[in-house]
């Protein structure tokens, strides 16, 4: 291993950059004469827009135009769409009801938008905003997905708000299986909807060039190209060849900036009509009511075990809430990034899954960090241990005898499991947290009044989300490969253009330690671009944990063309038979003998192309890939939590977090060891402090961060981080992914370490003090008992 | 925010001056509650007095049985004051946990106190210690100072110039803090200077800070956390909202009365 190749742990190049200030975020580009836009938004979840007054809006000073849905209507401008297709149980497709980027009719949300000011400056377009006058009439709304479906209706393609009636598995295998259980362990579970809050909020800048006919696009995307495609194909703004969208410097993404939203829509389309720069950024009050939220399900599950505890079947039902449209992947999220990985770690002969998918008055859901597998994890991952507790089983124990052993591995839900060992990251976690010790440490808390407890999750997650023609087949409107170019310069650097997108990953760091080990240069000579849809070729950018598996593996590919390339180039050179030409360590020798080539040399043979004749081989050295992996990646681990609990206040202290993940793979184990930590923070979160709470009215309580709890340094402990390896066979580096995990895995860990601490099951997240200690005045007289 | 004058006086009488002359001003001490709601636009002074300029509004001395403190000592200052943490550390450690570094190094007493966020962490010592607020005008007893939520005594044209609180031998303050914004969900602040014993309580009532006068007679008895034991205060009168019910915040009063207690006896 060299100091900067694969698996070093090198200092993230962008860091410099960031920490000082010097990032180009969207906000950040500054374009001659740009305007700034700011949205007039409903107050009401639901209500008929009966008259918009603009006059004394366009009055006000600086105000450069004053744009409503009824334009944006009458200049044919398409919605938005959600492009992942599902079918309900009947065959029928899923009800997509129209999502105009500015509401004409009706607004569905709190924060949907309904007319944009545009002006000179952000003060004024903020004091014309005030004065355009929204006549409403309220109507009623439901903000609850468990009273949707009797709720008023919203959309009329949508009948009892049901956007589909989802299922998957065999329903009469597993009633079988459960007829034939000794133990059944039933749990209702909420999956508590969670606000992204990524730290840049979301922000667009818009620019048309009348004389070129094209327009450019600065957004706070996750994937710049998928943004082009949807805005050109489906809303219709420009052609793609006018369309260029520039994804710069992006800090933190976590899913909500995959998706197409109205604002970078209505900036392009504005920038057109006031022929003016139109440029927008989200205060965090918009964020908190036009991000797409996460979660958001209410489940019924059940284990059936036979009398060892071998689990012999699994059920369950699931409502999942989408918000008031369905925002661009919204409908695969609670179906086929979900149900798939309901077999979690184990040897689970049948599965069934009903998801009901329901509009409400709230704002759009779709993927957040992990995107359904985190749902997914904490179903089988709570029924598993309290279905140990309720048959005296060691909950450890009870993961071994079902873990899978053998691989590959087909589940009864679509997934084939490539590799893993589930009893290695398990046993090494255990180690590393100390869990002989527990009982000890227990009585020690118990001495000073506290409840100690423990919690699993063995998590798996499937990431990578390919290849394109098995996604296809289950609905995705998109290919899920990923492409990249290598340049060689004449000098011999190189720049690698990548479709895959960095938001805080540090891709400029980790693609360049695989480009420096295999072609054998400095680090410093790689430099990675992305973001660009004029510079780079083409992308499908960066989610599920992918960017590792997917893109730098087509980097791969994109190598091993300029390797072979320039071997060919090495042969003119050194006179000799190409076949005989072997590349190490940045060296073209010609075997057997010490005549050799170092590699710059060589990439400015390729350009000077004295050596060879065009008929025989084309100059330049720069190669291009577009890479679709065999399969899904199954990152997967073990993570272990201990709490303690103040019984007279109910507040939890995470005292000791173990993570031993199967990442395969690491190119950068500093750097994957940060995912893991914002990952468990992340989860931690959900767990114990994040809950997005709507009135019954639709109104959004908690809508700031004063009323909304993020996690913060002082509610973690210090991590103990462990990996083992097991190579995902599926790509050339055998990557799977590590960008998710911590999320997936923390929810259930802090939840069953809770739950084991004050001896009841009866805990909703987030487990906020309050929570806790109400669980704790239940479950006393049951203790006294 | 909207458009404003800004004013910078450099004595309380020029400050007193322009609020008389500007009905819709509004004093500006650290900034830290009045500039978000600005930000919002939830408040529409038509002037800002910043009181920064004024000498001599932040100091922090003791005199006689007396820690003084000027209206502009910001809460770092008065949480690492020698003289404050020499006389009671128990007052220094209120201004020590109100939220984040930033807002410490830029809130103030004067403002935190005219403010009367009923989740604020200063009028809990204040009423705790049975403060005096001194003003340009008037000395205030802190029993009629706090009039509910984000109202006081303070009249029109008042400027709020030093807190003077009497050293007692035992004061304590235990908070438990919100979990979003870090503010008191509910703090208890307890004292016992000679026979007055006092039991003050932020975050939990939906009428502001308030005296628990059981459990002050409980702890003139004997001022001891054990005196204390199984008391609680009904939920009637408490706040509830989506971070705690009003059961649990009368729940946390007992607990966090005891703690405290035990703390300033220990
Ligand atoms: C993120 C955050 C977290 C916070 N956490 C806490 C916390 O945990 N606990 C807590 O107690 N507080 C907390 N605060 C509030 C903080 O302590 C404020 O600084 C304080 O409440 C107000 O003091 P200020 O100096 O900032 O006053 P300003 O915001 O400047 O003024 C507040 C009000 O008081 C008036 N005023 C100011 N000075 C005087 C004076 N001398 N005489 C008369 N009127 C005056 C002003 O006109 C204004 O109406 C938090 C604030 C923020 C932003």
């Known amino acids: 291993m060299s100091a900067t190749g694969i698996g070093a742990a090198v200092r993230r190049k962008e860091d410099i950059r960031f920490i000082t200030g010097k990032g180009q975020y969207t906000d950040d580009v500054i374009r001659p004469g740009e305007t700034r836009a700011v949205f007039v938004r409903s107050p009401h979840a639901r209500a008929k827009i009966k008259r918009i007054d603009t006059a004394a809006a366009k009055a006000m000073p600086g105000v450069v135009g004053v744009l409503t849905g009824a334009e944006l209507a009458a200049d044919k401008v398409g919605g938005l769409i959600c492009g992942w297709m599902i079918h309900s149980k009947d065959g029928s497709p899923m009800k997509m009801a129209p999502h105009p980027a500015l509401a004409a009719e009706t607004v569905n949300h709190v924060g949907d938008a309904v007319a944009v000011v545009i002006a000179e400056t952000q003060a004024q377009a903020r004091d014309a905003a005030e004065k355009v006058k929204v006549d409403y009439e309220l109507l009623p709304a439901v903000s609850d997905p468990a009273k949707a479906k009797n709720g008023p209706q919203i959309h009329g393609v949508a009948p009892k708000n049901t956007i589909y009636e989802w299922s998957l598995g065999d329903a009469k295998a597993v009633d079988s299986a459960f007829a034939a259980a000794k133990h059944v362990t039933k749990l209702d579970i909420v999956n508590n909807r969670l606000v992204p809050n990524a730290i840049e909020p979301r922000a667009a800048l818009a620019e048309y060039d009348s004389g070129t006919d094209q327009l450019t696009l600065w957004n706070t995307s996750q994937n710049p190209h998928v943004a082009r495609l949807v805005i050109s194909a489906f809303v219709g703004i420009a052609p793609e060849h006018k369309l260029r969208v ?507 370490a809770i739950t084991d601490a004050i001896g009841s099951e009866a805990l909703t997240m987030p487990a906020t003090a309050n929570t806790v200690w109400t669980a704790l005045q239940r479950a006393k007289p049951r203790a006294a008992a | 925010m909207y458009d404003f004058t800004f004013h910078r006086p450099t004595t309380v009488r020029q400050a007193a001056g322009l609020l008389a002359r500007n009905p819709e001003a509004k004093l500006l001490a650290g900034g830290h509650s009045l500039l978000p709601v600005m930000k919002q636009r939830l408040a529409q002074p038509s002037a800002l007095i910043d009181l920064s300029l004024i000498d001599g509004l932040d100091t922090i001395e003791q005199k006689g049985r007396a820690v003084v403190i000027g209206a502009m000592a910001r809460h770092a200052d008065v949480a690492k004051s020698p003289v404050v943490i020499a006389a009671m550390p128990g007052l220094a450690s209120v201004p020590g946990s109100v939220g984040d570094p930033q807002v410490r190094n830029r809130g103030t007493i004067g403002g935190s106190i005219a403010n009367n966020d009923p989740n604020a962490d200063y009028p809990a010592a204040v009423l705790g210690l049975g403060a005096t607020i001194i003003t340009n005008k008037r000395r205030i007893a802190a029993d009629d100072f706090f009039q509910g939520m984000y109202t006081t005594a303070l009249e029109d044209g008042e400027i709020i110039v030093k807190v003077s609180f009497p050293v007692a031998k035992k004061a304590a303050y235990e908070k438990f803090k919100h979990p979003a914004s870090g503010f008191a969900l509910v703090g208890v602040f307890v004292s016992k200077r000679g026979s007055d014993i006092r039991v003050a309580v932020t975050g939990a009532g939906s009428n502001g800070v308030f005296r628990v006068k059981s459990f002050e007679e409980a702890l003139k008895k004997r001022f001891a956390a054990k005196s204390l034991e199984g008391m609680s205060i009904p939920a009637t009168g408490m706040n509830a909202d989506i971070h705690a019910s009003a059961e649990y915040r009368a729940h946390l009063v007992g607990v966090l009365a005891r703690r405290a207690v035990a703390k300033a006896t220990a």
Request: include cysteine.
């Open chain 1, 246 to 752: 520039i994804a710069p410097d992006v800090g933190g993404g976590f899913g909500s900036k995959i998706f197409i939203y109205p604002e970078e829509v209505v900036c392009l389309w504005a920038a057109r009509k006031v022929k003016r720069p139109v440029k927008w950024t989200a205060e965090r009050h918009e964020s908190f009511v036009t991000d797409a939220h996460g979660r958001d399900h209410i489940t019924h599950a059940e284990l059936a075990l036979d009398e060892h505890g071998k689990i012999l079947g699994l059920r369950a039902k699931t409502i999942a809430n989408l918000g008031a449209y369905m925002s661009t992947f919204s409908s695969s999220v609670p179906t086929y990034l979900y149900a798939t990985l309901l077999s979690g770690q184990y040897d689970i002969p049948q599965i069934y899954c009903e998801v009901d998918a329901v509009y409400t008055n709230t704002v759009p859901v779709d993927a957040y960090r992990g995107a359904g597998r985190p749902e997914a994890t904490f179903v089988v991952e709570r029924l598993v241990e309290v279905a140990a507790r309720e048959m005296g089983i060691d909950p450890a124990d009870i993961r071994k005898r079902n873990f899978i052993k053998a691989f590959p591995h087909q589940t009864p839900v679509i997934m084939a499991y490539d590799a893993g060992d589930y009893n290695a990251s398990l046993k090494k976690a255990m180690d590393l947290a100390d869990v002989k010790g527990f009982n000890k440490r227990k009585r020690e808390s118990a001495r000073h009044g506290k409840l100690r407890g423990l919690g699993y999750s063995t998590y798996i997650e499937a990431c990578g989300i390919a290849p394109s023609q098995a996604v296809g087949s289950l609905g995705a409107g998109v290919g899920l490969w990923e492409s990249a170019e290598v340049r060689v310069n004449p000098t011999g650097s190189v720049e690698v253009l990548t479709g895959s997108h960095a938001h805080g990953q540090g891709h400029e760091t980790t693609f360049a330690q695989l480009v420096s080990e295999r072609l054998g240069i400095p680090f410093e000579n790689v430099s990675i671009v992305h973001g660009d849809t004029d510079k780079v070729q083409f992308g499908m950018g960066t989610y599920g944990s992918r960017s590792g598996a997917v893109g730098m593996s087509a980097i791969v590919k994109a190598l091993d063309k300029v390797e072979a390339k320039a071997k060919k180039v090495a042969a003119h050179m050194l006179e000799a038979a190409e076949g005989d030409i072997e590349f190490k360590d940045g060296k073209f020798t010609v075997a057997g003998t010490d005549k050799s080539a170092a590699f710059g040399d060589v990439a400015l043979n390729a350009y000077i192309a004295h050596k060879f004749s065009g008929q025989e081989l084309e100059p330049g050295l720069k190669e291009t890939s577009f890479y679709d992996p065999t399969n899904f990646t199954f990152p997967a681990g073990c993570h272990i939590c201990e709490v303690e609990v103040d019984t007279e206040t109910g507040k939890t202290e995470i005292v000791n977090w173990t993570a031993v993940d199967d990442f395969g793979t690491v190119i950068n184990p500093m750097i994957v060891e940060g995912q893991v930590h914002g990952g468990i923070a992340q989860g931690v979160g959900q767990a114990l402090l994040e809950g997005v709470v709507y009135d019954k009215d639709g109104q959004l309580v908690t809508g700031s961060l004063m009323d909304y709890t993020m996690p913060r340094a002082h509610d973690l402990p210090s991590f103990k981080v462990g990996t083992t390896e097991t190579k995902s066979p599926s790509n050339p580096l055998g990557i799977k992914g590590c960008g998710e995990a911590g999320a997936i895995a923390a929810p259930a860990a802090v939840i069953n």
